[in-house]
């Protein structure tokens, strides 16, 4: 059981290039996240998705796209990276909504731009 | 939204206990507890939701008091195991997700 899996596990990119990181997750759960995790600021919501199909801004969406085309797939896009967006990357899924139900994380995308 | 966690950092020696408190400014109706290790992704420890109940788990222990719109974690008796950065991370009644706190550090040493 995989549980939440995340590719690429590190990337590093020049400023301006693109790139998607992909969370997939085999529980066939609902709801899935995205959040990224600075020093001394805790997990900080980028965009969410409450099912297949959906999509929604999170705390920190600015600079960030999201797709969710299957349910068990679910897509972060940096269209043109900044090096304000270094940071580790961690999906999360859950079968309810996030607030009553407990987030399941994947391993984290540790992610460099130069 | 965002929690207040306090304290930021703590240092136990084996078998101390230590107390990690989750403060919101707005009505609560869910509190997460979560314990993520070094270069790991956070683990789940337990959820409270609405109506102050108190759940444990071994000898990890937390509370939710509603009307102070807090909730504790207890740490009994701690183990070197037990090191780790806590995070509570708050739900809020028609809101789909949660707010995470900055977290605790807390280390254990023999």
């Known amino acids: 059981n995989a549980g939440v899996t995340q590719t690429p596990k590190f990337r590093v990119l020049k400023t301006g290039q693109s790139m998607t990181l992909l969370c997939a997750q085999d529980m066939n759960h609902e709801y899935m996240y995205w959040y990224r995790q600075d020093p001394g600021m805790g997990l900080r919501l980028i965009h969410y998705?409450?099912?297949?199909?959906?999509?929604a801004k999170g705390e920190v969406p600015d600079g960030y796209n999201v797709s969710r085309l299957k349910k068990q797939n679910f897509l972060l896009g940096l269209e043109s990276a900044a090096p304000s967006q270094t940071s580790v990357y961690f999906c999360?899924?859950?079968?309810?909504?996030?607030?009553?139900?407990?987030?399941?994380f994947g391993d984290g995308t540790r992610l460099s731009i130069l | 939204q965002q929690p207040v966690q306090s304290p930021q950092a703590v240092i136990l020696r084996e078998g101390e206990d230590a107390v990690i408190n989750c403060s919101s400014s707005k009505a609560l109706y869910s509190v997460h507890w979560y314990r993520q290790k070094h270069g790991e992704a956070p683990v789940f420890l337990m959820i409270?939701?609405?109506?102050?109940e108190q759940k444990g788990h071994e000898k990890i222990s937390a509370s939710f008091n509603e009307k102070k719109q807090q909730s504790s974690l207890y740490l009994t008796a701690s183990q070197l195991s037990y090191s780790g950065t806590y995070f509570c991370g708050t739900g809020y009644h028609g809101a789909n997700n949660l707010f995470f706190g900055t977290g605790t550090r807390l280390t254990v040493i023999p």
């Open positions: 999360a899924s859950s079968y309810g909504s996030g607030y009553s139900q407990p987030q399941h």
């Open positions: 409270l939701l609405k109506g102050g």
């Open positions: 998705s409450v099912g297949e199909g959906t999509t």
